[in-house]
C-alpha cells in the first residue's frame, strides 16, 4: 500500500483556504483555481503544498497542488476530505 503523503497546512507562512468550482474539475479529476486574491496576505501556495478547497455552497476538501501558472493553480482534490455543510434542522424537529 502506498505511503500517504504529510498534509500539513501552515496557517501563519501561506494562504490554505482557496475558492474552487467542483463543477470544473478537468480529465485528470483537477481544478485550476485562482490565487490572484492572495496579493497581500501569506504567500500563496507552491506545488506539491496541501490547501483546503472550499466551493461557493460551503462544501470543502484538502487538495494537492500539482501546478502553478501566473496566477493560477492546478489542484487535485483529495475527495475522502470532503465536507459539506449540514442543512438546518427542520422547525419544531
Known sequence: MPEEPERKLDFEDREIVLRADFSQLDDEDCLDVSLRFVMDGPRAPREGEWVYLLDPEGAGCLGQVRS?????ARVCPDWTS????????????
Open 68 to 72: 502553478i501558472s501566473g496566477w493560477n
Open 82 to 93: 470532503l465536507a459539506k455543510p449540514e442543512p438546518p434542522p427542520a422547525p419544531g424537529g
